[in-house]
Every structure is written in C-alpha cells, then in structure tokens.
C-alpha cells in the first residue's frame, strides 16, 4: 500500500495550490479517502474527506468554503483544491485511506506528507 502526496510548496496568503494523492496496492475505490494536517508543535487535525461512493464530503470549519476535495476512482486519486490560503494553513497535510464509509473511523494507511507555507 502505498499514498504519496504531492503539490505541497510556498504560496502568499490569498493564492491556491492543489494537492494530489496517488494511491497505490489496494482498492482505491472502495476507500474513503481523506486529508489531514499538522502545523508545527500542534497535533494532527482533519481538513476534508471524501467518502467511497456516494462520495458525500466534509471539512472542517476552518477551511469550509476555501477547500475542495475530490477524487478520480479511475486514475486512483484524490485531490485538495486550497484557495484563499491564509499563514494559519501552514502545515505537513497527509493523505489517508480508511476502509469504511463512515469518515470518522480509523484511517490505516497514510502517506508521508507535503509541505505547504503560506507567507503573509
């Protein structure tokens, strides 16, 4: 199994990235996928996740409106579409997998990470 992040780098407050997550050894479809982040001397946070079919979607508060998660089942990915970034979305964001429908259970398989800064 593998999840590898990519997109991450250096961004003036306001501006966009887009992340991407290829995925690897298993049945991408049947998973859903989410995005995390962790600042520095903070710990991991949720940031959107997009369930296996339907493909329902959540965010956190902090970003609702300003992300936008999706995925392409035939291409194994998922993306994070950032908008509007602020200094406060500076962080490490990881790509996860989780086996069930339900968004909140535990994610099993997560890949090593991108690193996004935003300047002010």
């Known amino acids: 199994v593998q999840l590898v992040e990519s997109g991450g780098g250096l961004v003036q407050a306001g501006g966009s990235l887009r992340l991407s997550c290829a995925a690897s050894?298993?049945?991408?479809?049947?998973?859903?996928m989410g995005w995390f982040r962790q600042a520095p001397g903070k710990e991991r946070e949720f940031v959107a996740v997009i369930t296996r079919s339907p493909f329902s979607t959540y965010y956190a508060d902090s970003v609702k409106g300003r992300f936008t998660i999706s995925r392409d089942n035939a291409r194994n990915r998922v993306y994070l579409q950032m908008n509007s970034l602020k200094s406060e979305d500076t962080a490490v964001y990881y790509c996860a997998a989780n086996p069930s429908i339900n968004y909140r259970a535990e994610y099993n398989h997560w890949g090593q990470g991108t690193q996004v800064t935003v300047s002010s």
């Open positions: 050894g298993f049945t991408f479809s049947t998973y859903t």
